[in-house]
């Protein structure tokens, strides 16, 4: 009789076991957990394409933490030259937003994203050279256009 209570006993622990564990509510879904400030520049590296550029899109504009109508609003139609014909894609606007934002606001963190920025002054160049060949003229585009995103990210519109 001893050997029959004993499995009877046995099944009726695992049994409750199995009974609390099925009964127990399902965990709920785990909501993605925004990174700190000091790790914003992780977002935007998650997001640079293969060349070296951004694209204007909400996600950029969350991980820049500017409204994605301002930073839309604040791009010049054209590039900052002399003759002023050359349309600017949205994301050479994006990618020189990017590039003055971590100069600007994550300058503390230069070690961590300066190749990252490199990358994207490649890329923004190659661009410029497509609307003004010159390695000198493409150059000064590139930094006049830096200079207004910057202007940009730094005024209290942007």
């Known amino acids: 009789m001893p050997v029959v209570l004993c499995v009877v006993c ?3 622990y695992f049994s409750a076991l199995f009974v609390n564990v099925v009964a127990l509510p399902p965990s709920p ?3 993605p957990v925004e ?3 000091e790790n914003r520049w992780l977002l935007l590296v998650r997001l640079q ?3 070296g550029s951004w694209d204007m899109d909400a996600q950029l504009a969350n991980a820049l933490e500017i409204p994605l109508h301002l930073l839309e609003t604040s791009q010049p139609k054209t590039w900052p030259s002399p003759a002023d014909t050359a349309k600017l894609q949205s994301s050479v ?3 020189a937003m ?3 934002y971590f100069e600007h606001r994550l ?3 230069k070690d961590e994203w300066e190749l990252l920025v490199q990358k994207a ?3 923004l160049l190659a661009q410029a050279c497509s609307v003004q060949p010159g390695s000198t003229v493409a150059r000064q585009l590139c930094d006049r256009l830096l200079e207004l995103a910057k202007q940009a990210i730094e005024s209290s519109v942007v």
Do not use: G, K
């Open 93 to 95: 606007w994006a990618t």
């Open 35 to 37: 990174p700190p400030p």
């Open 121 to 123: 002054h490649s890329w």
């Open 49 to 51: 394409s293969f060349v």
């Open 29 to 31: 879904p785990c909501e």
């Open 107 to 109: 300058a503390d963190q």
């Open 10 to 12: 046995t099944f009726l």
């Open 98 to 100: 990017v590039i003055s």
